[in-house]
């Protein structure tokens, strides 16, 4: 198989964790007889300093004439004074609008080698297994007006939260479809109590749920559910929800790995290809020292095999590898605990890499250094 790939290492440690996923995918080719052709584009705040725009419409055609589109990370102080349409972020904003990626998943997997790195008791968040659907092209991130003004002499200001049905319900369906592949349920998140918006999405998942009968629907509350994933994660499967709801709960998610370095997520259209990217973003303070965990990078790049290119057995592939390197003992500094051994961004690439190509020079932390 031959596919080509958009790759936008972006701001910040993008380009390492970058750099560890696509060796990565080339060890998946050398494995598995595939040929990956990388081409490179700009995005975020290198983009501005170069092209002087967040997004050149070189790198918006690159990602619609390839298969798939890996993303690193956008943004940093350096370009915080900035005006608004000259930020970082919306270079991101508008790739989701022009490859139309209306619908983000992030899982969430307990890895029991981390337990440790998570601030949880280790009783609250073994065997979770849930999968955040976040609406992704609408809301208050896109609404307009968004805009600040001075009224009366007096400094104002307005974001708008705007959706179309159409858009609630492709992304609620996406979920109940999901969910008929795992444990058959939803979680409906919204603030239906206050917004009109959550009245609305309410109805719709209502809707949506009676072409499958077989999945179970709940609506929780936004606020009770940011308290429910920290008290009981292990009883959400699929939870579906609006844009900024769904950007702070996958954050918040991130606590029961043990560190925004292993969260992936894969963003999807209906028509063109899907962007993938880890949920972290770029770290600005750590660049260049080679500190950075690439495993949620290489772990989107196993999402990209499975939900682009249908590749199975390959992305299962980077997930055992995943598994077997953390169970060996290495850590990155985010993910460091005690006993176990101290790894740089390049170091836990190689060991990944090793394990894909069946290299049995990889040992257990306990054999090297007992």
């Known amino acids: ?24 995918l080339q060890a998946i080719g050398e494995r598995f007889g595939h040929k990956f052709h990388f081409s490179y584009g700009k995005i975020g705040g290198g983009a501005i300093d170069e092209l002087g725009t967040p997004l050149p419409d070189e790198t918006i055609d690159l990602c619609k004439e390839s298969d798939a589109v890996l993303l690193g990370a956008v943004g940093g102080p350096k370009w ?10 919306k270079g991101l904003l508008k790739i989701r609008k022009e490859l139309d990626l ?13 337990a440790e790195s998570s601030p949880l008791k280790k009783e609250v968040i073994e065997n979770v297994d849930l999968l955040m659907v976040r609406e992704l092209t609408g809301g208050l991130y896109f609404g307009k007006p968004s805009e600040r003004s001075v009224k ?11 959706y179309q049905k159409e858009e609630m319900t492709r992304v609620i369906k996406l979920a109940f479809e999901l969910a008929q592949n795992r444990k058959k349920k939803v979680t409906s998140v919204d603030k239906a109590n206050v917004l009109e918006s959550s009245r609305l999405w309410r109805e719709v998942a209502e809707e949506v749920s009676k072409d499958f009968p077989d999945v179970q629907l709940e609506h929780m509350l936004v ?7 920290i008290k009981n994660p292990t009883q959400f499967d699929v939870v ?22 292993m969260l992936p997520s894969a963003s999807l259209s209906e ?17 260049g020292q080679n500190l950075a965990n690439p495993l949620a990078t290489i772990l989107s790049a196993a999402m990209m095999l499975r939900l682009s290119f249908g590749l199975e057995d390959e992305a299962s592939a980077i997930e055992k590898a995943v598994d077997e390197v953390l169970n060996a003992g290495y850590r990155t500094k985010d993910i460091e605990s005690e006993g176990m051994k101290l790894v740089t961004t390049t170091e ?3 060991q990944v890499k090793a394990t894909i190509l069946d290299n049995q020079t990889i040992k257990s932390i306990m054999e090297c250094y007992s």
């Open 1 to 24: 198989m031959e596919k080509r790939i958009a790759v936008l290492p972006g701001d910040g440690i993008g380009k390492e964790i970058i750099r560890g996923a696509v060796d990565v």
């Open 348 to 350: 836990m690439t190689e």
């Open 152 to 162: 009366d002499g007096k400094d104002v200001v307005v974001d708008t939260l705007f």
């Open 102 to 114: 209306y619908a983000n998943l992030r899982p969430t997997i307990y890895y029991s080698s981390l």
């Open 80 to 89: 915080d004074q900035q005006p608004a349409h000259m930020r970082p972020e």
């Open 223 to 229: 606020d009770n559910a940011a308290m429910q994933m």
């Open 271 to 287: 028509e063109g290809p899907y962007l993938f990217e880890p949920i972290h973003g770029s770290a600005p303070d750590i660049e």
């Open 240 to 261: 579906v929800t609006e844009n900024m709801f769904g950007d702070i709960l996958s954050d918040e998610a991130s606590v029961l790995t043990g560190s925004l370095g």
